[in-house]
């Protein structure tokens, strides 16, 4: 059996099983292996505090103590899948750097990171009987609040109703840019008016991952409870306040309801920024983490598949921090964030467009993106045909296995995720999670999308999650019913790189036939069971991770 191991810095630490004492997770050995491995600094140990069923395995996190007291946010995430565990992130050696002495063991006390330094910390819950909701404080030793998590604003009125896009007006009614589905410099007018949709929202319930505050110009009003906001439409600035906090807490709603359980770090919203530019941008170095949306051409927070594609790169970064590296990495987080726009978009109305952005883009200020579908092989310098094949990819898949399938595998593929990974890489690995579900990848959206060199022909006898990985530099291939074997490596494009015989069972198959990297290949094997037999042909794929 092979092992390899992914670990993602966890930076939102989940509410439950925090002070209830140590669990010996007993089934993830690797996991023990990696952590006894660590060269943590002194007074730190790891400690397994929960476990968590998925689609594609099992999560486990453990928890950093300095001093055997928990740090707030700090730890790691391991993703047990079907016996096998990737390496792609090691847990960042940090200094807690507090002079607190303290020996003292207390369920509700931590260590929190304020600033540049860790302060010690009593976590206290703070119920509010009117409203029936409640928040944590952190209070230092000397009884002053440092950090609230999940805090909640009030008003003396719980439910309000606002009018949002839905998404955007193009996408609502099955038109383009034109016409009298224009801008007018944030007018609104009876068109306009009719793709609005009433909601409501609940100002007791505003979660606590949004955050509002003017980061650049032009400068508004951020005070998305004003008596007036949430009834503002697209003439008044508070519009976008509203577009944004309603379309992203419907995402996240829909994330809940496939499975997707991690809290929601901290994000910082500015909603008409970047002095007047045509775009918008995720900040992860900022702190905490920000996307500001431009007002140029059409404000681009009035467009939900903007602010949900935004909200998706603060997201991938929460699971896969800082490995947004690399022209093909970049282009495939792109591709992703594009889809989950479109099916987002799908879930508010059945709409199955192709057009990426369809109110701010494919007008006369900027021409958005297009998912693609049934075209030409993309050259990998050609980045707009990478990323309209991947995000074209994705919906293919949808159309064909429902769109909350293919949501919920991305879900479980963003940790996968690697800094300049290439383009067969992510395909291979995306492959390999989707068979360790239980799904299947129909090889002809590969090749339609552009992933497969359209000269090439998926083998008639590949076997459905037939798919072996390979590890390190001498990778052993054991076939265990059949010998005598004659066999050809085949690369995606076709064509045999490498072919030999072995007599017994097992098949050697040294790094330099791989390429030395990531990647993906087909195995075309002939063999017999027994002597005298007939001979046995398969085609299996090998995904190569050293």
Known sequence: MHYGLVIICFLVLPEFGLGKGRTDFGGCFPCKQYIENLDLPAGMHLDPIWNSPALSGTHYFYQLYFRNIPIWNAGILFHHLNDTLLRDAILPKREVGSTVETDIIHEDRFFVQVSNSFELVDKRYVFNNQTGAGHLEFRDMQG????????????????RRAYVFNPNPIHSSGTSYGEVYTDRNDAMYPELQNEMKEVNIEIDQLPYYL??????????????????????????????????????????????????KDSIDLIQIDPHALAGADRSAFDPFADPPSIQFGVGGVDDAEDAQ????????????????????????????????DYFALSYSYLLN????????????????????????HF?????????????????????????????????????FLPLLIPNGSTQTQAARLIWLCEQMGLNIPTSILLDCGFLDPAFTAPAQFESNRTRILHGTDCLLELTDIQYINWDLIDLNGRVIHSGREIGSMIRLPAEYLGGKASMYWLKVLGIAEAGSRPVERIMRILYLP
């Open 306 to 337: 903007v602010i949900i594609h935004e909200f998706c790169h603060a997201l991938i970064h929460q699971l896969n921090p800082y490995s947004y590296q690399g022209t093909e990495r970049r282009i495939m987080e792109e591709a992703i964030a």
């Open 350 to 373: 059945g709409n199955t467009s192709r057009k990426v952005f369809s109110w701010d883009a494919h007008n006369p200020f900027w021409s958005g993106y297009t998912a693609r579908n």
């Open 376 to 412: 030409a092989y993309c050259p990998t310098s050609d980045e707009r045909c990478l990323r309209e094949s991947w995000t074209g990819f994705f919906l293919e898949y949808a159309h064909q296995s429902g769109f909350e399938t293919v949501d919920r595998v991305l879900l479980n």
């Open 211 to 260: 955050q509002f505050k003017d980061r650049s110009p032009p400068a508004y009003s951020t005070d998305i409870l004003r008596i007036d906001s949430l009834s503002a439409d697209r003439s008044q600035p508070e519009f976008e306040c509203v577009q944004v906090l309603y379309h992203i807490s419907r995402f996240v709603q829909h994330l809940r309801s496939i499975g997707f």
């Open 144 to 159: 002053r609040t440092v950090l609230i998590a999940n805090s909640l604003r009030y008003q003396n009125h719980l439910t």
